[in-house]
């Protein structure tokens, strides 16, 4: 007997996996509101209940981050997400505007390609499974091959409860062993409605270029600023925690700070305080060496890595309790390795004069790579924050709170996501926090509300006088028009006899319309 092809296992998994999918979504598009909501909660709470277990599976598969945070990342990911869609209708009449005689009917998009990175496998899966479903849509992963079995456990969770809930077998599918090619094929496969793409940029441009709809994310190489009137110990502290937070695989982790000079001392001193350690040229030098060998790309070996970890590998000797590796810097470029998107607890440190000077160092540092993701600022001057926003060319600031967390809703109002749009700015269709709405298309019935007179057919057509709109209001008749326009209604019907002449019925007119 020949051995199996793996290759051509794994494509017909995919085949078998999307045909599932789509037989359950289309019995699953007709349940009713609470028969979905039912589903989603029950997929919540399993997910969040195994959290630990998914984050401990997750570092021991990957080797990134930290267990600990992993596990605030699933909860985020299953209730956090949970809870901001809980109330969102996505079954029948969704909305009724009067006013403009309009009503809004929810439809779902069909099947979901689901892509999921090594770096957040479990709770973006999790995520995607929670917003797919509550749009009435099946959704197939395609795992990073390796975080395959984590994020499948991931997923096996979400099914498992939607079942029991309900929900029919096969609403989340996936592949145990992804290859380039079957995820190639799942995104060009003909039952898949929708790309969800969360990656390398690698897999993003191939998610553009499958000829499907779809949702990509871009790099985040996120400055922060901390401004002169900013809380100096709150700022960094925050700051380090966030940068530090599962070892800095979030894509809305702080990259590079930029400090105006000001507060430098003080904040280098409250750096050193909350467990950073400060490189020296020779020591900077080894480190650039590790974050980029080949100028311009980053070493995957250093992503999610610990800062002593780190400092090993780079030949470097750290105190045992170091949180954070930070070189000072003045250049940016894709030949300057502190300036370009880490994805680990290393820091570029720029010292800037002022705002004007700090608005140009976050832009240089967004067009090297970032430009749509988050920009974070520490400031108590809400005109500053206001001048950011105007300026940066990102869907996302972030103010006086940890942008790792803070960008996915974590510690702001922001729309609890594990996938961060850029808008054009960074080559996506949307600037959103990815979420339900994005999942279903939304079909309008609308009625009546005006009139437009349609010129028969060869009727001369007498275009609008430069200046006036194409549909212009009748003028109003005068007053005299008016009594005019009575006295000959008035007289149709009496008839002009010398009884009834006319000086006297326009007397009574006008005697009657100066009373109005």
């Known amino acids: 007997m020949q051995p199996i092809d793996q290759d051509l296992q794994t494509l017909q998994d995919m085949r078998n996996a999307v045909r599932r999918a789509k037989e359950a979504q289309q019995a699953f598009q007709d349940f009713s509101q609470q028969q979905v909501d039912r589903v989603v909660k029950a997929m919540a709470e399993a997910a969040y209940e195994k959290s630990y277990e998914l984050a401990r599976l997750a570092v021991e598969e990957t080797g990134l981050g930290v267990v600990e945070h992993k596990v605030v990342k699933n909860q985020i990911g299953s209730r956090g997400?949970?809870?901001?869609?809980?109330?969102?209708?996505?079954?029948?009449?969704?909305?009724?505007?009067?006013d403009r005689k309009i009503i809004e009917v929810a439809a779902p998009f069909g099947v979901i390609a689901g892509i999921v990175p090594v770096t957040n496998p479990t709770s973006t899966a999790i995520f995607k499974s929670l917003i797919a479903v509550k749009a009435r849509n099946a959704i197939?992963?395609?795992?990073?091959?390796?975080a395959a079995r984590c994020t499948v456990e991931a997923a096996k969770i979400c099914l498992e409860a939607a079942v029991e809930a309900g929900a029919p077998g096969g609403l989340?599918?996936?592949?145990?062993?992804?290859?380039?090619?079957?995820?190639?094929?799942?995104?060009?496969?003909r039952d898949v409605n929708l790309i969800l793409a969360t990656g390398g940029s690698g897999l993003v441009r191939a998610a553009y270029s499958s000829g499907k709809p779809a949702y990509g994310v871009g790099p985040g190489n996120v400055p922060v600023f901390i401004e002169k009137t900013a809380d100096v110990p709150s700022a960094v502290r925050k700051i380090i925690e966030s940068k530090t937070f599962d070892n800095g695989t979030i894509c809305a982790s702080e990259q590079a700070i930029i400090v105006d000079r000001n507060i430098r001392?003080?904040?280098?001193?409250?750096?050193?305080?909350?467990?950073a350690?400060?490189?020296?040229?020779?020591?900077?030098?080894?480190?650039?060496?590790?974050?980029?060998?080949?100028?311009g790309k980053l070493n995957p070996k250093i992503v999610g890595k610990s800062a002593v970890v780190l400092a090993q590998m780079a030949g470097v000797s750290v105190p045992p309790d170091t949180r954070l590796l930070i070189a000072e810097e003045s250049k940016i470029g894709k030949d300057v390795p502190f300036s370009l998107e880490k994805l680990s607890?290393?820091?570029?440190?720029?010292?800037?004069?002022?705002?004007?000077?700090?608005l140009g160092t976050c832009e240089r540092l967004l067009e090297l790579g970032g430009r749509g993701h988050t920009l974070a600022l520490h400031t108590r001057d809400d005109e500053i924050a206001r001048t950011f926003a105007l300026r940066m060319p990102v869907s996302r600031l972030v103010v006086n709170t940890p942008s790792s967390l803070g960008a996915v809703g974590g510690t702001t109002g922001l729309q609890a996501s594990m996938t961060l749009g850029c808008g054009t700015f960074g080559g996506n269709i949307t600037s959103d926090n990815i979420t339900v709405h994005h999942l279903m298309n939304i079909k309008r019935l609308a009625f009546e509300t005006k009139?437009?007179?349609?010129?028969?057919?060869?009727?001369?057509?007498?275009?609008?006088?430069?200046g006036h709109a194409y549909a212009q209001p009748a003028e109003q008749p005068t007053q005299e028009e008016q009594i005019q326009t009575v006295i000959d209604r008035v007289l149709a019907q009496v008839g002009a006899t010398p009884a009834v002449d006319r000086e006297t019925v326009a007397s009574l007119v006008s005697e009657v319309i100066a009373r109005l």
Not at 140 to 146: A, I, N
Not at 174 to 189: N, Y
Not at 277 to 295: D, G, T
């Open 277 to 295: 350690y400060f490189l020296h040229e020779e020591e900077k030098r080894k480190m650039e060496r590790l974050i980029s060998p080949v100028p």
């Open 172 to 189: 989340i599918g996936w592949m145990d062993r992804p290859t380039m090619e079957a995820t190639e094929g799942l995104m060009k496969h």
């Open 451 to 466: 009139t437009v007179e349609i010129p028969k057919s060869g009727q001369l057509f007498s275009a609008p006088q430069a």
């Open 265 to 275: 001392e003080m904040v280098i001193r409250e750096c050193k305080n909350n467990g």
């Open 345 to 358: 607890p290393i820091f570029a440190f720029y010292t800037v004069n002022g705002v004007e000077e700090a």
């Open 81 to 98: 997400v949970f809870e901001s869609i809980a109330t969102t209708k996505t079954v029948g009449v969704i909305r009724e505007i009067p």
């Open 140 to 146: 197939v992963f395609s795992p990073h091959p390796s």
